[in-house]
């Protein structure tokens, strides 16, 4: 199965700041089969990206995806307040469809 | 809007089985594939299995083979997760998630349920 590492573990920042998430392939994910989603606590996952970089309904455009083959970055542009929260990367490329362990997103 | 209603929490018995319903509403069932993913206490997500209720056969993370059943009830737009054998590691929250395209193509979730916990002790 493909295993996704997400870096850093723990992202510290100020509102206004720009946010990056790194997410890893073990092996290349085909046709950039790559989510993003968000998680507040006590919720369920919120997507974000699909398709690596398309943006999901009702998604500001503050947030963005990017990459290919085994690397891929989510950015968050500007922080808002309520943006702080843990973000899981996704393959559904290949099946078993696997998860990043996730970035814990922080007020600084 | 698409709306996806799990049922409640369940406290079970080392050993035993548990059965988690989703309820779908607002869209069409048939031909979106639903997947069921766990969390465990403060940890991370982890795929256990889907199906097309249209097709009907389920596809399970191999983890899981053997004592997970992923089931599809068209007439009522609900789909089931039963779960055997409980041990203590599967004390989580499981969600039912629907796929955001059409009939078998890979996909990310678009909609998730509220989330069931499900406790497992003696």
């Known amino acids: 199965e493909i295993v996704l590492t997400q870096s850093p573990g723990t992202l510290s920042l100020s509102p206004g700041e720009r946010a990056i998430f790194s997410c890893r392939a073990s092996q290349s994910i085909s046709s950039s089969y790559l989510a993003w989603y968000q998680q507040k606590p006590g919720q369920a996952p919120r997507l974000l990206i699909y398709?690596?970089?398309s943006r999901a309904s009702g998604i500001p455009d503050r947030f963005s995806g990017s990459g290919s083959g085994t690397d891929f970055t989510l950015t968050i542009s500007r922080l808002e307040p309520e943006d702080f929260a843990v973000y899981y990367c996704q393959q559904y490329g290949s099946s078993p469809q696997t998860f990043g362990q996730g970035t814990k997103l922080e007020i600084k | 809007q698409v709306q996806l209603v799990q049922s409640g929490a369940e406290v079970k018995k080392p050993g035993s089985s548990v059965k988690v319903s989703c309820k779908a509403s607002g869209g069409t069932f048939s031909t979106y594939a639903f997947s069921w993913v766990r969390q465990a206490p403060g940890q991370g997500l982890e795929w256990m299995g889907g199906?097309?209720?249209?097709?009907?056969?389920?596809n399970y993370a191999q983890k899981f083979q053997g004592r997970v059943t992923i089931t599809a009830d068209k007439s009522t737009s609900t789909t089931y997760m039963e779960l055997s054998s409980l041990r203590s590691e599967d004390t989580a929250i499981y969600y039912c998630?629907?796929?955001?395209?059409?009939?078998?193509?890979?996909?990310?979730?678009?909609?998730w349920g509220q989330g069931t916990l499900v406790t497992v002790s003696s």
């Open positions: 398709g690596a970089s």
């Open positions: 199906i097309i209720p249209i097709f009907g056969t389920p």
């Open positions: 998630a629907k796929a955001a395209a059409t009939t078998g193509k890979p996909s990310s979730f678009d909609y």
